[in-house]
């Protein structure tokens, strides 16, 4: 059913609300799709989307606190925590006191993280290419592009 409405939202050309609602209603379907497979897969890992992402996030910038993974990430600071924790108690990460500030922590990730972040990417890639593999790469470039513009703020009227 849900294909049905999606269509029927979609081919309302006279009505832009109407088609505006279909389109955000595909993204959202398209995000399902996209992170329920990424879950599953990494599931044996221990780990799922968010984890990953964190235990990359480490990867790329090396040690932070919790804060800086807030703003990098986007994830609220609630989740946040408990996503440390959790990753903390799968032995994945560890905190450690911050030489500059003794009452702030830094979120490193341990040996076993490292080597789980290694299969994780393994586990990413076979699975964005059952994904996005049906796209040209320039297509997959468009995609990304159009993605940003959607999510970037619009740019100050001149």
Do not use: C, W
């Not at 986007?74 to 925590?81: H, N, P």
């Not at 470039?141 to 009227?157: F, H, K, N, S, T």
């Amino acid at each position: 059913m849900l294909d049905d409405l999606l269509e029927r939202l979609l081919s309302e050309a006279a009505d832009p609300a109407t088609r505006h609602v279909g389109l955000g209603m595909l993204l959202a379907r398209a995000h399902n799709t996209s992170r329920g497979a990424m879950n599953r897969a990494l599931r044996p890992l221990g780990i799922d989307v968010r984890g990953y992402t964190m235990l990359l996030t480490l990867r790329t910038y090396g040690p932070s606190s919790q804060r800086r993974l807030i703003d990098m990430t986007g994830i609220d600071k609630s989740t946040m925590v408990r996503l440390i924790d959790e990753l903390e108690h799968a032995g994945l990460v560890r905190r450690e006191r911050t030489p500059q500030d003794r009452r702030a922590y830094s979120v490193t990730p341990t040996p076993e993280g490292e080597r789980v972040l290694a299969e994780a990417r393994e586990i990413a890639a076979d699975v964005g290419e059952r994904i996005f593999g049906r796209f040209r790469p320039d297509e997959r470039d468009q995609l990304a592009a159009l993605l940003r513009r959607l999510v970037e703020p619009p740019a100050p009227a001149g």
